[in-house]
């Protein structure tokens, strides 16, 4: 008999922010996931707190950022987020060079990361991204922006298995852009 897995959303809140500073301290999330080099739970309060109260500070200006912790069949299992695209500076490039904004007016933008080992190299990041789509992303936007690293092999097949599609980038960049559109948005082409 199959059993269904389901995948739940829960706002981040501080009394996650153990989960988080374990996650963070795993060598396959520090690969891709910026930050200090060991974690602590101050480091993770500092960075976090304004998440839990939806925004993240730049440049003086609280700019609106869903976090959110998910579990898979009732495991907390990993950190993900939603933002505008538009509201933050992407590191090392500009938004506009890489994606039509004409075309893309109302983007999203995740971020995410599996933190439990056990839950690895089984398929779940597409789902849960596939369903954070869903669930949130396609409520707020009509299409939504990842850039994982170009190191990053498992995630750029992650978001192509989640129904994302790699932009053409001319850029020796270290980088590689991806977008996904809702379905029920098809007058905005990738």
């Given at each position: 008999?199959?059993?269904?897995?389901?995948?739940?959303?829960?706002?981040?809140?501080?009394?996650?922010?153990?989960?988080?500073?374990?996650?963070?301290?795993?060598?396959?999330?520090?690969?891709?996931?910026?930050?200090?080099?060991?974690?602590?739970?101050?480091?993770?309060?500092?960075?976090?707190?304004?998440?839990?109260?939806?925004?993240?500070?730049?440049?003086?200006?609280?700019?609106?950022?869903?976090?959110?912790?998910?579990?898979?069949?009732?495991?907390?299992?990993?950190?993900?987020?939603?933002?505008?695209?538009?509201?933050?500076?992407?590191?090392?490039?500009?938004?506009?060079?890489?994606?039509?904004?004409?075309?893309?007016?109302?983007?999203?933008a995740i971020d995410f990361?599996?933190?439990?080992?056990?839950?690895?190299?089984?398929?779940?990041?597409?789902?849960?991204?596939?369903?954070?789509?869903?669930?949130?992303?396609?409520?707020?936007?009509?299409?939504?922006?990842?850039?994982?690293?170009?190191?990053?092999?498992?995630?750029?097949?992650?978001?192509?298995?989640?129904?994302f599609v790699a932009l053409?980038?001319?850029?020796?960049?270290?980088?590689?852009?991806?977008?996904?559109?809702?379905?029920?948005?098809?007058?905005?082409?990738?």
């Open positions: 008999m199959l059993f269904e897995v389901r995948v739940t959303f829960y706002p981040l809140e501080r009394a996650h922010f153990s989960y988080l500073v374990r996650w963070l301290n795993m060598p396959h999330v520090q690969v891709v996931w910026g930050g200090p080099t060991r974690w602590t739970l101050a480091d993770v309060t500092q960075k976090y707190s304004s998440h839990v109260d939806g925004y993240l500070e730049e440049n003086g200006e609280r700019k609106p950022i869903f976090a959110y912790i998910y579990a898979i069949s009732g495991v907390l299992a990993g950190f993900i987020q939603c933002y505008d695209a538009r509201h933050f500076a992407r590191e090392g490039y500009e938004l506009a060079d890489v994606v039509d904004l004409g075309k893309h007016q109302n983007l999203g990361y599996l933190g439990e080992t056990a839950l690895l190299g089984n398929g779940w990041g597409a789902v849960v991204v596939q369903e954070f789509l869903s669930q949130f992303v396609f409520k707020k936007f009509h299409s939504c922006f990842v850039d994982p690293d170009l190191a990053n092999i498992y995630g750029q097949e992650t978001f192509k298995k989640a129904g053409e980038y001319a850029d020796d960049s270290y980088i590689v852009p991806m977008i996904a559109r809702s379905r029920t948005n098809s007058l905005f082409d990738l």
